[in-house]
């Protein structure tokens, strides 16, 4: 396919171990690139710039041909200023780091937006399904959600919106490092599985303590059912408040595939059926996996770069 240069976007979605980049013309990724992140202000921004001109020596376009530049980051990201706030991940602790402004200088002062990366994925899902209503429920190293109400992000009064991972689950329950005991980021979270169940086989611990329950393996059937109620609980909390047209499964453990979404629509089954109210609402069929093979947080960093406030998606 000829890139024409006509509206060319990069999304950056900036994790603790890698930076993935595509490169969109309008709606469609052209390319995509993936390298280690260099850890600290410094770090992160450099390896940012470095897969901008990755993604472009590819194409064959020059950097000042791109519309814009968006970056997606675990944080508290202030899309105004562009600067994000205690990314731990990224060992950068300190309130306000100018990420934005960094990486706008490091490319000649192309345009670069600054989102979350969580809202970036429900950006980058919405848009590839189709969907402007839903929370994007990444079960990852923790547990929180991004959330594309009626076609526009709900980042919250303190970009706090979606985390549902500090909510209660279990009182008295396991300590969470947010100070708070038995919240559900505790038992519905990639972290989660990795204690209650460390790999065995050096495979990753979901897929491993899926397949061990499938097999009959009681204990393993006692970690999943565990692990898939919270994530049943997490997604009527999202249901119940915003009562949202679809929750998108997402996050490290998506890779389990259809049977993550087969069990947790089960276990919501199981909760609501005591309830007509709840029993009507059929939660269970709003409950999807998020597109497989696609980089929904690149993808969306890239789209917020059309608007950092108000992106709508038609759907
Ligand atoms: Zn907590």
């Known amino acids: 396919m000829t890139i024409t240069g006509a509206d060319l976007r990069v999304g950056l979605d900036l994790g603790g171990s890698k930076v993935l980049g595509v490169l969109l013309e309008g709606d469609t990724v052209r390319r995509t690139l993936r390298v280690p ?31 814009g530049v968006g970056m997606a980051l675990p944080g508290i990201v202030d899309p105004a200023t562009g600067t994000v706030s205690h990314a731990v991940n990224l060992r950068m602790d300190l309130p306000d780091v100018p990420v934005g402004a960094l990486l706008s200088e490091r490319l000649g002062g192309l345009p670069v937006t600054v989102e979350n990366d969580l809202n970036a994925a429900a950006l980058g899902a919405g848009e590839t399904l189709g969907y402007s209503d839903m929370a994007y429920l990444a079960l990852g190293t923790g547990l929180a959600a991004g959330l594309l109400l009626d076609g526009r992000l709900r980042r919250g009064h303190a970009g706090a919106a979606g985390e549902v991972g500090h909510l209660p689950y279990r009182p008295g329950g396991l300590p969470c490092a947010c100070g ?56 009527r909390y999202l249901v119940m408040t ?20 087969q069990h947790v629509r089960d276990a919501v089954e199981r909760h609501v059926a005591v309830s007509p109210l709840l029993a009507g609402l059929g939660m269970p069929e709003r409950i999807e996996l998020t597109p497989a093979g696609v980089p929904v947080g690149a993808v969306g960093a890239a789209l917020a770069t059309r608007g950092a406030v108000d992106v709508e998606v038609v759907g």
């Open 37 to 67: 992140t260099d850890l600290g202000a410094e770090g992160v921004v450099g390896s940012a710039a470095g897969v901008v001109a990755g993604l472009c020596e590819a194409a064959g376009v020059e950097p000042t041909q791109l519309a």
């Open 180 to 235: 708070q005991l038995g919240c559900l980021e505790m038992y519905a979270s990639g972290s989660a599985l990795d204690v209650a169940w460390p790999s065995r086989t050096g495979s990753p611990s979901p897929a491993e303590v899926f397949a061990a329950a499938a097999d009959g393996d009681a204990a393993a059937v006692a970690v999943r059912d565990t692990f898939v109620d919270a994530v049943a609980t997490a997604v």
């Open 242 to 261: 915003f009562d949202v047209a679809h929750v998108v499964l997402g996050g490290g453990v998506a890779n389990l595939g259809p049977q993550l979404v």
